[in-house]
């Protein structure tokens, strides 16, 4: 049994984001600072929403295995459910518990409040400072959503979506691999995901895989890399240059999923630039020529 004053740590977390550089954060970062079970930080989180000392949104990921790019934040759900959603990776995305990632941001008024406060407690927060936003964990997850969570997400998402969650402790499978799972979480969350020495172990979370895409390097991150490695191999020349900076233009352009425009900046680059491996395989990525 959690007592009420040990999910009070809860809040301790909160403003000690409020404090830090992290702009926004997963219930994972909260359950990590405090060691209380997931589903219990998350219902104590939503209640710091209702009391607008949090401010919830709803990333939107792409399920495409190597992929996980956020395709969109939003703080209304019900908006997007049932809209067509693609990701630049071609991927077409439906709405569902299974990509959907709730994300908290400090209500502003709130963080100034809290930063003003915080200045005579800079020793306090020395000791155990706030680097990181977790790891992303959908609603689909079994370890995230308490009873009373379910009814306070009413609030923030649409039925469509409610209807799905599996409620944390309603174990339908094995109960064995729930302990696992949780046994494996833990572990994890021992890594800094923010870090990028974590690659390639795609298996250790069962249906979290996807979140541990996110933080690394997608392929298209790596054709880009490739892209430019493959360019800085030319003669130095005026050309070059402008190659490389099309290329990180073209890569911005992606980042920010501006496609049509990552289009147009690969139409600017010369025919020896684009006939390159490496230039091939980005457009064959983004779908600008047949073959991915
Ligand atoms: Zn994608």
Redesign the pocket.
Known sequence: MVAEWELEEVDVFVNRVANSQVKHFYPTAAAKYTGLPLHLVFERLLKLVDSKKLVLKWEIR?P?YG?G?TVDTTDKLADKVGEELQ???G?DIEVITDIIFPVFELNPEYKEHIKKKGSSRTLVLREKRITSPGTPVSLSSKELVSQDSKALLEKHAPPQIINHITVHGDFRGNIQGEIEMTDNRRNMSGNNFGGANFSGNVNFQGDDVRQTQTVHKSPIDDAFLAFIEEIKKMPDSQEKKDALSDVEAMQEAVKNGNLDRAKRIYGLLSNAVRDTAAGMTIAKLLGFIAGA
Request: aromatic fraction near 0%; include cysteine; hydrophobic fraction near 10%.
């Open positions: 792409c495409s992929c790019r990701c630049v990776c991927e």
